[in-house]
C-alpha cells in the first residue's frame, strides 16, 4: 500500500462535505488527511494559494494535483479503486482531468449553494 497524503481546503463547505465522505470510506485509514488551511500545517509542498486552488495528494513522495490526485484518494479507497486504476491510463486521465477544470470554474457557485444549504 502507498502513502497516501491528500491536502484540502477546510474553509470551503462542498471540500468539508467531499473529505468527510472520503474519510468515512476510507475505513483502512490509508489516507492522511491535512486540512490546508490550518496554520499548523507546515507541510504544504507548493505555495498555499496553490494549494488551496487545485487539488494536491502525495503518493510515496511524489506531488499530484487535479484529476490525478483525486484517482491517487481513490486507488486507496476499495471501492472506488477500479476507478483509480482505470485513471492510470493516460486518455482516461485526460478525460478526468478536463472534466476537473470545468468544474473549477463552477466551484465557486457550487460552494456558495453548498454554504447556503448548510446554513438553512
Do not use: N
Not at 486521465?93 to 456558495?112: C, D, S
Amino acid at each position: 500500500m502507498s502513502e497516501l497524503i491528500v491536502w484540502h481546503d477546510g474553509s470551503c463547505p462542498l471540500c468539508r462535505r467531499e473529505i468527510a465522505l472520503m474519510r468515512r470510506l476510507d475505513r483502512r485509514g490509508a489516507i492522511t488527511f491535512v486540512d490546508a488551511t490550518s496554520a499548523e500545517d507546515s507541510s504544504c509542498p507548493v505555495d498555499r494559494a496553490d494549494l488551496l486552488a487545485r487539488f494536491h495528494a502525495s503518493e510515496d513522495g511524489k506531488l499530484l494535483s487535479g484529476a490525478a490526485a483525486f484517482a491517487a484518494m481513490w486507488r486507496q479507497i476499495p471501492m472506488l479503486r477500479p476507478l483509480g486504476l482505470a485513471a492510470r491510463s493516460p486518455a482516461v486521465l485526460a478525460l478526468l482531468e478536463r472534466g476537473y477544470r470545468r468544474f473549477l470554474r463552477i466551484r465557486p457557485r457550487l460552494q456558495r449553494f453548498v454554504a447556503r444549504a448548510g446554513a438553512a
